[in-house]
């Protein structure tokens, strides 16, 4: 059975900053384009960061600078560095995992998800 478990989140004023976990099990960790997407009341899921197989990476717009996604595959986890955080970063954040290259906004929203963790920014 996959699971995804992401912890981290917590409220943090603006400019501050979090580390988001994402720890698997029962996948193939190595073989999975990782992601990080988040949701707000009202909106669709978005893509924040995702990394690929090889370490590629690629970021939304809003977050290019301030964020940074890694992954440590003998831990089997994936990781979301969040730093000068802004009010509009407010959301949950969900871990994501799928086969195949680095996804776009666009992309239909696929694989296995994880429970999300709530990221408050207090201005």
């Known amino acids: 059975q996959v699971q995804l478990v992401e912890s981290g989140g917590d409220l943090v004023q603006a400019g501050g900053s979090l580390k988001l976990s994402c720890a698997t099990s029962?996948?193939?960790?190595?073989?999975?384009?990782m992601g990080w997407y988040r949701q707000t009341p009202g909106k669709q899921r978005e893509l924040v960061a995702s990394?690929?197989?090889?370490?590629?990476?690629m970021y939304a717009d809003s977050v290019k600078g301030r964020f940074t996604i890694s992954r440590d595959n003998a831990k089997e986890t994936v990781y979301l560095q969040m730093n000068s955080l802004k009010s509009e970063d407010t959301a949950v954040y969900y871990c994501?995992?799928?086969?195949?290259?680095?996804?776009?906004?666009?992309?239909?929203?696929?694989?296995?998800w994880g429970q999300g963790t709530r990221v408050t920014v207090s201005s």
């Open positions: 994501n995992a799928r086969l195949g290259g680095l996804p776009t906004a666009t992309t239909t929203l696929s694989g296995d």
């Open positions: 029962g996948l193939i960790f190595s073989m999975n384009t």
């Open positions: 990394i690929s197989r090889s370490g590629s990476t």
